[in-house]
């Protein structure tokens, strides 16, 4: 077997391994596609001190095949780029619900992603028949839902919805750099990174930043 060969083989071998891994990230979409149509769910910016929660719902064709699609967490920002730009062109509808640091202050985080979800639902182009939703059921929607445990790495709809999530929070806080300097929030997209930590110690919170999540690192706010 020659070089070209072998590596023609090795990629072929790839291949189907990524194509059975993907097939097992279909287990839940199949069991409920006799329903109508399903929709997966997943939130990003629940833990950071500082910017929105956001929240995507995906509905995605029955045959679709999204090389390398997986739970956002496990994958590069490179690689979440590209897929957000392929679950956008591929996907049957894509929702986003956006909730500010001031409605988390007001309401506490958890309440503040059920509304980032129900708003991401709430703007899909379609109405989904079944909500397959990443370790929680959302209140206030009447819409079927299955809660999965880890459902980010173990549904390829909540996958999607956690790459549109991730990547749509992320450029906001690249963006929020340049509004509010010094506080690295392009690099740590609002996190609490030591560098983080050490800025708002020095400069106090910018407007952003969610008072209730901060009380441990400055004082009076």
Sequence with gaps: MTKKEERLKKQQEKLAKELERLNGLKVYEREYETLGLVCGIDEAGRGPLAGPVVAGAVILPKDCQILYLNDSKKLTARRRD???DEILE????VGIGVVDHEQIDRVNILQATYQAMRE???SLALSPDV???DAVTIPGISIRQVPIVKGDAKSV???AASVV???TR???MVQMEDVYPGYGFASNKGYGSAAHIAALKSKGPCKIHRRTFIKNFVQDV
């Design 82 to 84: 590209l897929l957000y």
């Design 90 to 93: 591929k996907a049957l509808a």
């Design 120 to 122: 991401a639902v709430g």
């Design 131 to 133: 909500l397959l939703v």
């Design 157 to 159: 709809s909540i996958a």
């Design 165 to 167: 999530a991730k990547v």
């Design 170 to 172: 992320d450029r906001m």
